[in-house]
C-alpha cells in the first residue's frame, strides 16, 4: 500500500509546523511543506500586514515556485493553514492541477482579521476555523479549536508543589493587550503577585505603532522583546507558573493557542475571552474570565488549586485528534 501524501502550507512559528507535519507523519502522510509567506524576514513580514500590495510581485514569485516543484506529484490532501497571501485565483490554480486531492482549510485567525480568505471558503472542500464566532455566521466553515502538544501534556503530568510564578504571560503586543497588561500587571505586583510578562512585537510594527496606533504613543522600546520565545523558553516558562494570563485580540473571538496549551499543561488561566465559558473544559475554579469589574477576584483565584477535567475531554484537544479531524474531515462537538 502505498504511502499517503500531503502538500502543507502553513506559517512556520514557534514549530508548530514540525509537530503537525510529525503528526501528519504518524498517521501514515508524508508531507511537503512550504511557508505561506515568500519570506520570514522582518521586513517582508510587516509589508505584508501593513501593505501587502508592496509585495504582490514577491509573492506571485513565491507562488509560481510552489507549482513548479509540486505539479509533478500527486497529493491525496492539500492543507492550507489561514492563506494569509495567496489569492482565491492562485488557490484555485493548484486545484487545478491537483485534480484528485482533498483541500482542505483551517482558518487559525478570524475572518475579522483577513477578510479576504472569506472568498477562499467555497474553494475547498471542507473549510475550519478556530473562530466560534466566524462559523456560526458562515454554515461551510466548521468549528475546529486549536490544539495542545504532547510536550504540554507532558507538563501537565508533572507532580510541583511549589512553582516560582503566579502569573505568567507571553504574547504578542497588541495594542489591547498592551494597554491593559500595562496598567493591571504594576497593581497585581504591589500586592506580591509574582509575575512573568515578555511582550514580543516585531520592530518594524512597533515603530508603525508608535505613530499610527493610539494605545502605544506613550510607549518604551525597553517594554517590549523583538525576539520572541524559543519552544524550548516557552516550555520552561509555563512550567515554572501556577496560571497563565491570556487576552484574544479585540478583533478575534477564538481561543488563543496559549488558551488550549494551558489547558493541555493542566494550568489555570485568566482571561478576557467570554467565549471560553461555552466551551466543554471550562470550570469556574480553574478559568478566570476577567473584566473590568472583577479585577478585585484575581488575587483570590490565584490561590485556588487547579482541579482535573474529564480525559475525555482533555484528549479531544490534543494535536493527534485535532490531525485525524482534518484527515477525515469530521464535525466534532467542543461546547458545553
Known amino acids: 500500500m502505498s504511502e499517503k501524501k500531503v502538500l502543507y502550507i502553513g506559517t512556520p512559528i514557534f514549530n508548530y509546523h514540525k509537530k503537525i507535519i510529525l503528526e501528519f507523519e504518524e498517521q501514515g502522510y508524508s508531507v511537503d511543506f512550504y511557508n505561506d509567506r515568500p519570506s520570514e ?10 501593505r501587502k500590495s508592496f509585495m504582490n510581485s514577491l509573492i506571485q514569485k513565491y507562488f ?18 489561514n492563506c494569509k497571501v495567496f489569492t482565491p485565483a492562485m488557490v484555485q490554480q493548484l486545484r487545478n492541477t491537483q485534480k484528485t486531492a482533498r483541500f482542505v482549510l483551517y482558518m487559525w485567525d478570524s475572518l475579522t482579521l483577513y477578510p479576504n480568505s472569506r472568498e477562499l471558503i467555497s474553494i475547498f472542500d471542507k473549510a475550519y476555523s478556530f473562530d466560534l464566532e466566524d462559523s456560526e455566521k458562515i454554515e461551510t466553515l466548521k468549528f ?10 507532558e507538563i501537565g503530568q508533572e507532580d510541583v508543589e511549589e512553582r516560582e510564578c503566579d502569573i505568567v504571560s507571553v504574547c504578542t503586543a497588541h495594542p489591547n493587550r498592551y494597554k491593559t497588561m500595562h496598567e493591571l500587571f504594576p ?21 508603525y505603532n508608535k ?21 524550548q523558553e516557552n ?24 488558551t488550549i496549551e494551558t489547558l493541555g499543561a493542566k494550568r489555570k488561566m485568566i482571561t478576557t475571552n467570554t467565549n471560553i465559558k461555552k466551551y466543554d473544559f471550562y470550570t469556574e475554579n480553574n478559568i478566570f474570565v476577567m473584566d473590568e469589574n472583577n479585577l478585585d477576584k484575581i488575587e ?29 474531515e469530521s464535525d466534532n462537538n467542543y461546547l458545553r
Do not use: W
Request: charged content about 25%; overall charge positive; glycine content about 4%.
Open 41 to 50: 524576514s522582518s521586513f517582508v513580514k510587516g509589508m505584508i500586514k501593513i
Open 64 to 81: 509560481d515556485k510552489i507549482m513548479i516543484e509540486t505539479k509533478e506529484k500527486s497529493y491525496d490532501l492539500v492543507f492550507i493553514v
Open 144 to 153: 475546529l479549536p486549536l490544539f495542545y502538544c504532547k510536550e504540554y501534556k
Open 187 to 207: 497593581k497585581l505586583e504591589s500586592k506580591g503577585i509574582r509575575i512573568f510578562s515578555y511582550m514580543f512585537l516585531n520592530k518594524l510594527q512597533y515603530l
Open 211 to 231: 505613530v499610527f496606533v493610539p494605545e502605544f504613543k506613550g510607549a518604551k522600546s525597553s517594554e517590549f522583546k523583538f525576539i520572541p520565545l524559543s519552544e
Open 235 to 258: 516550555l520552561a516558562v509555563l512550567k515554572k507558573s501556577n496560571t497563565v494570563f491570556d487576552m484574544q485580540h479585540n478583533k478575534q473571538s477564538g481561543l488563543t493557542m496559549r
Open 300 to 328: 483570590e483565584f490565584i490561590n485556588n488549586k487547579y482541579v482535573p477535567i474529564g480525559e475525555d475531554i482533555y484528549k479531544k484537544y490534543s494535536l493527534h485528534s485535532f490531525i485525524t479531524t482534518i484527515i477525515n
